[in-house]
C-alpha cells in the first residue's frame, strides 16, 4: 500500500460534497447530475486520489489505503473518451455516492469487442474500476465479457477498500448496460444478460459484500 508522500487532492465533486457534511446525494440532486453529465458539461480527466489520508467531515473522519495498482489507474487511467457510433453505450450511476459512469462498446461482426473507453463522474476508485473494466473486456467476446464480474474487476486492482467495492459494482453494470445497449440495437438477446439497473446502489448488499 502507499504512504501519506504520494496523497493528492479528492475529486472536486467529493470535496464539495464532504465540505457540507454529506454522505450521499438525494435523488432529484442526483439526476439533475446525470444530465448534466450526459450533456458534456463534465468531461474526463486524470482524476486525484486520496491515499492513507484522513478526510475530516464534520464528526466523521474517513481513513482509506488503496493498492498500488487503484491509484495507477485513478492517476493515469486507461481508455478514456468515447467511441463514435459506439456498437453500444450504457450509463449507469449510483444515487448514495453520486457516481456516474458511461461506456463505450465497439464490437465486431464477430461479437468480439475491439474496443472499450469510458466517462466517468466519481472517486479515484470509480475511475480506477472503469479503467480497468474496460481493458479486461478488449479483445473478449460478448459472452466473455459476462463473466467479468466487480469482485474480478477489484481482483484486477489487487483489491479495493470495502466501502469502495460499490465502484467495481458501477463498472460490471456499465459494461452490462452497454451490452444491452447493442443487443437492442442488432435486435439480438445475449444469453446471461439482464436487463441492466440504472442505480447501482440497489444491488450493492447482494453484490458487495
Known amino acids: 500500500m502507499a504512504g501519506c508522500g504520494r496523497c493528492a487532492a479528492l475529486h472536486a465533486a467529493d470535496v464539495l460534497r464532504h465540505r457540507a457534511g454529506a454522505t450521499s446525494l438525494c435523488r432529484p440532486s442526483f439526476v439533475r447530475l446525470a444530465r448534466r453529465f450526459m450533456g458534456g458539461e463534465f ?101 466473455d465479457a459476462l463473466t467479468i464480474t466487480n469482485k474480478a474487476v477489484a481482483e484486477a486492482l489487487d483489491g479495493l477498500p470495502p466501502v469502495k467495492m460499490h465502484c467495481s459494482l458501477l463498472a460490471e453494470e456499465a459494461i452490462h448496460a452497454a451490452l444491452w445497449d447493442y443487443a437492442e440495437k442488432n435486435g439480438i438477446a445475449i444469453e446471461g444478460l439482464e436487463r441492466p439497473v440504472h442505480d447501482v446502489s440497489e444491488l450493492e448488499e447482494e453484490h458487495c459484500a
Not at 57 to 62: H, I, P, Y
Not at 82 to 96: R, Y
Not at 107 to 127: L, P, S, Y
Open 43 to 143: 468531461h474526463p480527466a486524470r482524476i486525484p486520489n486520496f491515499v492513507s489520508c484522513k478526510i475530516s467531515t464534520g464528526e466523521n473522519t474517513m481513513a482509506m489505503n488503496y493498492s498500488d495498482k487503484v491509484i495507477d489507474h485513478s492517476l493515469n487511467p486507461r481508455n478514456v473518451g468515447e467511441i463514435e457510433d459506439a456498437s453500444g453505450c450504457g450509463t449507469v450511476g449510483n444515487a448514495v455516492c453520486g457516481d456516474i459512469m458511461r461506456v463505450y462498446l465497439d464490437i465486431d461482426e464477430n461479437q468480439v469487442i475491439r474496443d472499450a473507453k469510458f466517462k466517468t463522474f466519481g472517486c479515484g476508485a470509480a475511475i480506477a474500476t472503469s479503467s480497468m473494466a474496460t481493458m479486461l473486456v478488449k479483445g473478449k467476446s460478448i459472452q
